[in-house]
């Protein structure tokens, strides 16, 4: 049985606590080297406390003095690390056997990808590392054997229910005999509400989602189905599934995580509480199955599993992601960076709901008129990015 020495890239968001309550259930086979996170600066030095970590990753000085300040006198302090240099080389650090990627957008890109070219086992559960670099990032996989074991509830279920991979190698092709792959989404808090509801929605409503406790960016893209189209994005990468092979269903349960659907007919689906613990426990014990702390799911007493078509009027964003996938890598990259910057007004209440997507399709009209580098490399892929939130910064007043 191997022991992973785990570093959990963004520790004090809900995937890095959820992480951390799983590794402390196992302690023969789990424990923590490393923990970095950007603003939770108290929260980051209760948990190297709790956890023992040996090293600690902050941003800038100023973090690293808020974590001195908050460490307990007497007692030893980790080694502290700054910035996102320290970031990348201690997700590739010798010490660490697997790697959490869970800092929420572009930011995590450069420590994810440093973890895949280390060889690491990499529990992805960060977007932006497929949606912005999907090619490098896979081929950086492959070619220095890392492992990617995704931690998105969908992805997860879609690679339990896919024909064995015990080496979590990264395919070329489709599996074997799959026709598709069906991605549920529980269709978030405005599912059923009017259309012309949708203008007034704010961001305490659409941060509200009725079955996930998630961080405010993450239940925004929920509530405009962007992170569906994300992951759309993603399966494609992870499964070498073309485009027209992938499908979205509206689960608003949220217990079927995912589908996949074979050439004879037969759809095998992986159900569970609406726990990330239970994908992080599959990705940390692979190929065991370990206890993750969630509890029975009681059938029974759900009664029913409902499903339904997505409404493009409804959510625009999904329409979009579709199109940016079929559009190339360049657009992919655009349709996350414009909408960083979108959901970023409105939870600042700069923009409205609705116009999240117009900032993103704004974007995407602009920058596809435009010649793009031919990402072949971290620089290409983050000079796009950069170039994409300067365009949606002018689709955003106040921005």
């Known amino acids: 049985m191997t022991h992973h020495r ?23 086979r789990l424990s923590v080297y490393a923990l970095s996170a950007y603003s939770r600066i108290e929260k980051l030095a209760q948990q190297a406390q709790h956890t023992g970590a040996a090293v600690v990753v902050v ?15 007497g007692r ?15 997700a590739a650090a010798a010490e660490v056997t697997a790697v959490m990627a869970a800092i929420v957008g572009a930011a995590g890109l450069p420590s994810a990808l440093a973890a895949a070219r280390a060889g690491k086992r990499v529990l992805l559960a960060n977007k932006e590392a497929l949606v912005a670099a999907g090619g490098l990032f896979m081929r950086t996989v492959r070619e220095n054997g890392a492992q990617l074991l995704p931690i998105d509830s969908e992805h997860n ?54 079955n996930w ?4 960016k993450i239940s925004v893209d929920s509530a405009t189905m962007l992170n569906k189209g994300l992951e759309v994005i993603e399966a494609h990468w992870l499964f070498a599934m073309p485009v027209e092979r992938i499908k979205v269903v509206v689960h608003p349960q949220s217990m079927v995580h995912s589908m996949v659907e074979y050439v004879d007919g037969s759809i095998l689906a ?63 990259i655009a349709l996350n960076a414009a909408n960083e910057v979108a959901v970023a007004s409105f939870l600042d209440s700069r923009i409205g709901f609705t116009q999240i997507p117009r900032v993103i399709e704004g974007c995407l009209d ?22 994409a939130r300067d365009l949606a910064k002018e689709f955003c007043p106040a921005c």
């Not at 570093?7 to 402390?24: N, P, Q, R």
């Not at 509890?295 to 992601?321: I, Q």
């Open 6 to 28: 785990v570093c959990v890239l963004g520790s004090t968001g809900s995937i890095g606590e959820s992480t951390l309550d799983v590794i402390a259930r196992h302690p023969d």
């Open 59 to 73: 941003p800038d000085d100023a973090a690293r003095r808020r974590f001195e300040q908050a460490w307990p006198m």
């Open 270 to 332: 992986q159900l569970g509480q609406p726990d990330m613990r239970t994908p992080i426990a599959y990705g940390l014990g692979f190929p065991d199955r370990i206890d993750s702390g969630v509890g029975l799911m009681g059938l029974t007493a759900l009664g029913r599993l409902d499903f339904e078509e997505p409404d493009f009027r409804r959510f625009p964003c999904l329409r979009l992601s579709f199109e940016a996938l079929g559009a190339g890598q360049a657009a992919c």
């Open 76 to 90: 030893p302090m980790p080694e502290l690390r700054v910035g996102e240099r320290a970031l990348a080389e201690t």
């Open 157 to 210: 279920a879609i690679f339990q229910c896919l024909p064995p991979n015990p080496d979590a190698a990264v395919p070329t092709e489709p599996a074997k005999g799959v026709r598709r792959l069906l991605l549920t989404a529980s269709g978030g808090p405005f599912r059923t509400t009017a259309l012309e509801l949708l203008d007034s929605v704010t961001p305490e409503q659409a941060c509200a989602h009725p």
């Open 213 to 216: 406790s998630m961080g405010r």
């Open 366 to 387: 602009r920058l596809l008129g435009q010649p793009t580098p031919a990402l072949s490399s971290l620089e290409d892929v983050l000079a796009v990015d950069a170039q």
